[in-house]
């Protein structure tokens, strides 16, 4: 697609600029290698210069009318409606995946989009009383100035664009840097809507870089006071640990080891329905998968016999042929790193129900069951199509099991009584969990984060506002104070 090498640039105070750095990103289709763009990379002087400009910009555009605010917002969901397939192809080359699942993350990334057009108009201030006469307290919902945002590649275009759209509808200024796998769709991409849309140069910057470049100077740098992150738990704990330093406030969105829990009244034919979607859309490659099946020893056979057949029945190859339904990991690293992981599954007791074949990035899908209790799989996230089946006998061990884990960002309950699905749903310790559903959810009105090392804050909705505004205290004393001294 020839937008790729059109966007194959650094976005800075609303040009397209070659990147300072001292070597290029290569951007590859993961299923076939083919390269889409060569991108040289940001060096330090152009975090600066990003930074710069959006503090620049960002003064005039916290002092706009809202309603001009809420115009950008508005003409820029027409443009991702206008140029949805555009939109979808580009998703399924730079990310490997199936047209269905850039069509589900389009879907997503609009319907934010929407709640950003909202938060443009969101009241922002109280007036709260005084125990001193005379005194008027207003308390102003601000911007916070300059956020960051570290996407990441596996929704690269919607968790980008769930911080970036409602950062600025409610003032802000933004330095995005995607991944370096997905440049395009997580970064360059974003920056022409926004600028087709006609958001003011500055606002939006886009630095395609890596930390072996510029080393933490995209967190260190004393401009963004927010810094919004997608990602592993190990370069969350990093970027918490910088940001701490600098008295920035984060929000992170972090890995996960979900489990989906289905009970003995459990309709079965509907939970390997949703286990399956849950384990393997986008080949696994998400933070909300359900790494762990847990299934109750009544249900245990008929399930395992389904699921196995389901998962056996799953088509892997070529994500731009619409009978695929897993593509490539993204990349050869990744495909290396869950072979071994399996091997090192059947090593230590699993049994492979189905073990399926590497073949450079594509990897197919395998079930293990059995693995010991005492294996460090069962709570490390697993990021590709295998999936753990787990047996407990009756609610307290599953509670137990799904707990005994050091992430909790997602789940599911699959039961008939509801209540009892709620009252499993509220002991377990993670941020998010589903009665009789999937584990790979996100909404734009509701809270969405983890607990543990799932991450740190929440985004969506009016927990949104919150990490993106900043509360200013003005008082009016309408009479006249009396000093004690």
Not at 244 to 260: I, P, T, Y
Not at 425 to 442: L, Y
């Amino acid at each position: 697609m020839s937008f790729f090498a059109d966007l194959a640039y650094q976005f800075i105070d609303g040009e397209w600029r070659a990147g300072s750095g001292s070597w290029d990103i290569i951007d590859f289709n993961p299923y076939d290698q083919e390269k889409l763009a060569s991108i040289t990379v940001a060096g330090v002087d152009q975090v600066d210069e990003a930074y710069r400009a959006a503090e620049r910009a960002q003064r005039d555009w916290a002092r706009k009318n809202p309603y001009e605010r809420r115009e950008v917002t508005e003409r820029l969901l027409r443009l991702i409606e206008e140029r949805e397939e555009e939109i979808i192809e580009a998703l399924v080359l730079e990310l490997g995946g199936t047209r269905s699942k850039a069509v589900y993350e389009i879907r997503l990334a609009k319907e934010f989009v929407r709640e950003a057009i909202q938060l443009s108009l969101r009241p922002q201030g109280r007036i709260l009383p005084s125990p001193v006469d005379g005194k008027e307290n207003r308390v102003y919902g601000v911007p916070v100035g300059v956020i960051g945002v570290i996407s990441p590649f596996n929704f690269p275009f919607l968790i980008s664009m769930k911080s970036v759209a409602p950062a600025l509808a409610l003032g802000n200024a933004v330095v995005i840097k995607p991944n370096q796998n997905t440049p395009i769709t997580g970064g360059g991409l974003i920056a022409k809507l926004f600028q087709d849309a006609g958001l003011p140069d500055g606002l939006l910057n886009v630095l395609i870089t890596d930390i072996a470049e510029i080393g933490d100077a995209l967190i260190e740098h004393p401009v963004p006071r927010v810094i919004s992150f997608a990602g592993s738990d190990k370069v969350g704990r990093h970027v918490a640990a910088v940001s701490a330093g600098h008295f920035k406030r984060v929000v992170l969105e972090l890995s996960g080891n979900s489990a989906l829990i289905v009970m003995d009244d459990a309709d079965i034919d509907y939970a390997v329905d949703a286990a399956v979607f849950s384990r393997f859309v986008y080949q696994g490659q998400v933070c909300m998968a359900a790494n762990r099946v847990l299934l109750d020893r009544a249900v245990e056979a008929e399930f395992t016999k389904k699921f196995v057949a389901r998962v056996a029945a799953l088509r892997t190859g070529d994500p731009r042929d619409p009978q695929t339904q897993i593509g490539p990991l993204i990349n050869g690293f990744q495909a290396e790193a869950l072979t071994s992981l399996v091997d090192r599954a059947v090593a230590e007791g699993a049994t492979a129900l189905l073990r399926g074949r590497t073949d450079g990035n594509l990897v197919e899908p395998s079930v293990l069951a059995g693995l010991p209790a005492d294996s460090g799989l069962h709570s490390q996230e697993i990021f590709g199509p295998v999936v753990l089946l787990v047996s407990f006998d009756g609610e307290e061990e599953a509670v137990r099991i799904a707990n005994d884990s050091p992430y909790g960002l997602s789940g599911a309950v699959h039961t008939a009584n509801v209540e009892r699905g709620v009252r499993i749903a509220q002991r377990i310790e993670t941020g998010m969990i589903h009665v009789n559903d999937g584990t790979v959810h996100d909404e734009p009105q509701v809270a969405f984060g983890g607990e543990k090392f799932s991450g740190v804050g929440r985004l969506n909705g009016e927990s949104t506002v919150e990490a993106f505004t900043t509360q200013k205290w003005v008082s009016i004393q309408h009479g006249r104070s009396r000093f004690p001294i």
